[in-house]
């Protein structure tokens, strides 16, 4: 039997190579992409599981490698242990009793079911289909018809694969900064919530520390953008040195970096922001042919039980402009109400 498959970030690589060689000009692109997704991913895996002996070995004998990566067995038992240990996302059988027990496991992706009658005729039809069958077929059919009826559940199950692939890389897209792979603005302002919530439900400190980039525009100005991208990969790397296992660094804006630090309260929160302003502003960055000198600006703050998420990133938000205005690579405190005039009065000086 055919064997093996490729990853989800194999298959995407494969798919834009090869659409990269010819972009689309229409609204056909997307069309394009699925069908070339489709031929350049493995065979679905298939389950034969007939209990006839003489229906299955003519069925080993239809289902060409390429059609179906298929495993068969004549045992129901043993065909519900497969089905359960891996999913199958297409099933030939004889038996109504599998593909009831198939239908009836909860929490299940559904199979694309193929039934497969000694008789062709409506009442073998409506047992397979009322069973919970997609689609029924005579044992006995031509080689064209059979061709074309697990044709048709193997561009469904196909299609079902290019879906989840897809939305396995949105997911993983939404939630990771693409540049410098830690946590995206989006999956941090979902997940800070919670964890604000969880630090109050326990009665344990919480604090935030923001830090940005001090003189990142010169930075890109002068050195250019794919260095002043360097310079966001190595402050990352160099943040996440000093960081705990548990912390939680995002990517907030531009130049701008969240740390959620559960546990922490706010005299560890300074101290692990002086350890990050440390080991980002000591050593300039290599950039190959010159090194260029970074230092960040950091506002801390301490959540309480009684904190809103959204007036916690605020405060930071002003205590990190302190930093700016006191002059640069320096850690503040935020304490009090935001102060939304001094950010604003602040912001030129990014």
Do not use: W
């Not at 493995?42 to 070995?57: G, I, M, N, S």
């Not at 039934?115 to 073998?124: N, R």
């Not at 939305?167 to 997940?191: H, I, M």
């Amino acid at each position: 039997m055919p064997g093996g498959g490729h990853g989800h970030t194999t298959v995407i690589q494969r798919v834009l190579e090869r659409r990269g060689q010819k972009p689309p000009t229409s609204d056909e692109g997307t069309t394009a992409t699925v069908a070339v997704m489709v031929r350049v991913l493995p065979p679905p895996k298939a389950l034969l599981a007939f209990q006839d002996t003489p229906t299955r070995a003519l069925m080993e004998q239809r289902v060409r490698p390429d059609m179906l990566d298929y495993q068969s067995v004549a045992d129901e038992a043993e065909a519900l242990r497969l089905f359960e240990a891996e999913f199958r996302p297409v099933v030939l059988t004889d038996s109504p009793e599998i593909i009831r027990r198939i239908r009836a496991r909860p929490g299940q992706r559904a199979a694309y079911i193929l039934y497969v009658a000694e008789i062709d005729d409506s009442a073998e039809r409506e047992t397979g289909l009322t069973a919970g069958a997609d689609d029924c077929v005579g044992r006995r059919v031509s080689e064209r018809e059979f061709e074309a009826r697990v044709g048709a559940a193997k561009r469904i199950a196909e299609l079902e694969a290019v879906v989840r692939i897809t939305l396995a890389e949105n997911r993983k897209l939404s939630a990771t900064d693409d540049l410098t792979k830690v946590a995206s603005r989006r999956f941090f302002g979902k997940t800070f919530p919670r964890e604000v919530e969880r630090a109050a439900r326990y009665g344990r400190p919480l604090s935030l520390i923001l830090c940005d980039i001090d003189h990142f525009k010169k930075i890109n100005d002068h050195y250019g953008h794919a260095s002043g991208d360097a310079v966001l990969v190595n402050v990352v790397q160099r943040i996440t040195a000093t960081l705990r296992p548990y912390d939680l660094l995002g990517r907030y804006g531009g130049e701008e970096f969240l740390i959620i630090a559960p546990g922490c309260d706010l005299d560890l929160a300074q101290k692990l922001a002086e350890r990050i302003r440390t080991a980002v502003g000591d050593e300039p960055v290599d950039l190959g042919n010159e090194c260029a000198p970074v230092s960040l600006s950091l506002g801390v703050t301490l959540g309480t039980p009684e904190s809103d998420p959204e007036f916690l990133v605020a405060q930071a938000d002003t205590a990190m402009y302190q930093a700016k205005r006191k002059g640069r690579n320096r850690v503040e405190i935020g304490l009090g109400l935001p102060d939304e005039e001094a950010a604003l009065e602040a912001s030129p000086l990014q």
